[in-house]
């Protein structure tokens, strides 16, 4: 087998993925949601940053209690995004212009509404019972105390019995202790891999194994209980069957959305010799500005350049990394480690651009990062859509536990409706996103902040992802940092067998002076200066 610096290589460790969240990137009809028909239309704007893969968020029949993460119909297309010919042409488009797409897999739960539950929860004899988890209650009280994700009890009651979700209650979690449940979803897959998908990314997939004692959480698992999720005793048994039963055959590549897996247990899931998922999302740098209650903490350089270098040391050679710093479930990647004033916005943005392609791991992009979008101002709780920040509302500010401010103030920093309002695209009304009513209200900084300002940052992503293409080091190079207690200077090496390259970047609005090889491959600066100016990005070679 092809090898570099003892990895093996494989297209997906060289590829660069963009993510579209399709409700808020285009909308091509005027109803106010993105389509299909809408991201087809942007093509040209994807395939110019030089991305190999599209990750399309949900594009499935959902009742969207959670944004199409809440399926009805796994084999149709969500109505207002299009229909399956649409899909079709999306599809055909991109394979075209040379690029590969992956799907989302959303099979730790289904929707409330589907067929499969609409059956289920008709009663215990129901063919469909097993295939989700119902149990009976501790007299009028749940089976057990696990809470959901979306905060307040796991099950809910129907009847005599409760069924579990560990999300909304209009995501019922799917039994897959049941064979027939696993066969629904591999026959699912291959429907979607016989179209030519090129794989998928698994929602909270280290979900799916229940340990079927459903013993109570213990007190001090109850704050964050998604570590206790992922210890399912079959989750790698699951996986290794759906490797064979549904993923062999094909050229994929999958990703799972790893929330609530250690580091420690990260091989276990992406070993290669194990069969089981190629890569997983870590969530270790997108929790860095959370407290232990989950709300909005400050944080450190330190901090951030430990989790590279603790990575580089837990994986070895058989296992791959990912690194990603934004998604639809997280704030903007300028707001949140840049600078979102107008002086340092494109200069910050272009430096997080720069640590993303450098770095080791394949690199995954959200829509709106090429253009510095940011944070949301968020004045009021009407203003939310996010079913997560509904319930913490209820919870938080309801109850009288947590002021109106202060809830405010966390989901400024926190909030997932940030990733989600609508690309601006121009300075026409509403961002140029649709000719009608947005479902979303669009950022009121639309009119500076767009696809058309944003030119610089855009070019800097190209100009990165071609350099990561044409030079392996910066792919399968080992990663070293050079000062890891600097306060504001993130320098790193990546080279094979001492060859390779040193990524200097500033993080902060002050000079910082800095001893650097003189071959500059890279800057977001037009000029080369002694010093590492305010959010400078420099790549050199060694
Ligand atoms: O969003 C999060 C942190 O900001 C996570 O807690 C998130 O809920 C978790 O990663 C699971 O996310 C995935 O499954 C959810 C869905 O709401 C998310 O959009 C999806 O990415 C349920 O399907
Ligand atoms: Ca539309």
Redesign the pocket.
Known sequence: MDTLNGYSRRWWKEAVVYQIYPRSFCDSNGDGIGDLRGVLSKLEHIKGLGVDVIWLSPHFDSPNA??G??IRDYRAVMAEFGAMADFDALLCAIHTAGMKLIIDL?V??SSDEHVWFAESRKGPDNPYRDYYIWRPGRGNEPPNNWTS?FLGPAWTREGDDWYLHL?ASK?PDLNWENPKVRHEVHDLMRFWLDKGVDGFRM??IPFISKDQEFKDLLADQCAKP?FAYTTGPKLHEYLQEMRREALAPYDTMTVG?A?GVTLDQTPLLIDERRGELDMIFQ?DT?EIDRGADGRWKPWTLPELKRIFTRHEAALDKHCWPTVFFS????PRVVSRYGDDSPQWRIKSAQVMATLLLTTKGTPFMYQGDEIGMTNFPFTAPEQFDDL?TKAAWREEVESGRTTSEAFLFNQNK?S?DHARTPMQWSDAPHGGFTSGTPWLAVNPDYVEVNARTSGALYDAFARLIALRHAEAALVYGDFRDRMPDHPHLFVYERTIDGKGFVVALNVSAEDQACDLPGDVVFSNYGDISPALRGWEARVCRL
């Open positions: 959670d944004n993460y809440d959303v730790n739960h994700i999300f995501q929602d909270v998604q959305e929330f969530f997108v998604n639809h479930d997280n997560w926190v997932r």
